[in-house]
T-cell receptor, first 113, second 116 residues
Framework: DAKTTQPPSMDCAEGRAANLPCNHSTISGNEYVYWYRQIHSQGPQYIIHGLKNNETNEMASLIITEDRKSSTLILPHATLRDTAVYYCIVRKGEGNAGNMLTFGGGTRLMVKP | GAVVSQHPSRVICKSGTSVKIECRSLDFQATTMFWYRQFPKKSLMLMATSNEGSKATYEQGVEKDKFLINHASLTLSTLTVTSAHPEDSSFYIC????????????FGPGTRLTVL
């Protein structure tokens, strides 16, 4: 799977949008971009994933550049409960039960009042 | 989303004893489960892939005789840390993939193991 690069930490004011970048310059055509987050002392939680189109769900939006070499996770109105480590992961093939996730360092997002 | 539970949530044991951690998919059947280990302020590291009815596949550097994995049913996988030592103290997390319909892995809440 392609390697990803994320800033180690970011701060965001409560109520503002949090924009978390991820570089995946070696991504191949059949690899998806997945985002998970891990709140302290809990298991990771799935947020969103996409291939090349922008995606939005009740938690977040995912913006993928046209060349697919980078993406941004957007939390539109960050709350204190969004404080967590956010992992950007590139993974082959949607729906392949055999694929494990390779976690990098992630971005530690601190939402401040 | 689907729910994965782990038991116990935390355990403290003496050095040399064995500890069993259970991972259950509560409302779905999981043909594949994964076991991860996470040290403080570090990322998750995959230990092994567990397939129902077959032997687990271990990642390089993970001792299969020390970390025994059993995936006896479609809803239960167990990780047994044998002859635990203080360096085995860690946060152990399992995840499960929904059989037949896969978009995401569902993670358990984790088990914190402390070996004295």
């Amino acid at each position: 799977d392609a390697k990803t690069t994320q800033p180690p930490s970011m701060d965001c004011a409560e109520g503002r949008a949090a924009n978390l970048p991820c570089n995946h310059s070696t991504i191949s055509g059949n690899e998806y971009v997945y985002w998970y987050r891990q709140i302290h002392s809990q298991g990771p939680q799935y947020i969103i994933h996409g291939l090349k189109n922008n995606e939005t769900n009740e938690m977040a939006s995912l913006i993928i550049t046209e060349d697919r070499k980078s993406s941004t996770l957007i939390l539109p109105h960050a709350t204190l409960r969004d404080t967590a480590v956010y992992y950007c992961i590139v993974r082959k093939g949607e729906g392949n039960a055999g694929n494990m996730l390779t976690f990098g360092g992630g971005t530690r997002l601190m939402v401040k009042p | 989303g689907a729910v994965v539970s782990q038991h116990p949530s935390r355990v403290i044991c003496k050095s040399g004893t064995s500890v069993k951690i259970e991972c259950r998919s509560l409302d779905f059947q999981a043909t594949t489960m994964f076991w991860y280990r996470q040290f403080p302020k570090k990322s998750l590291m995959l230990m092994a892939t567990s397939n129902e009815g077959s032997k687990a596949t271990y990642e390089q550097g993970v001792e299969k005789d020390k970390f025994l994995i059993n995936h006896a049913s479609l809803t239960l996988s167990t990780l047994t840390v044998t002859s635990a030592h203080p360096e085995d103290s860690s946060f152990y997390i399992c995840s499960a993939i929904l059989a037949g319909v896969v978009k995401e892995q569902f993670f358990g809440p984790g088990t914190r193991l402390t070996v004295l």
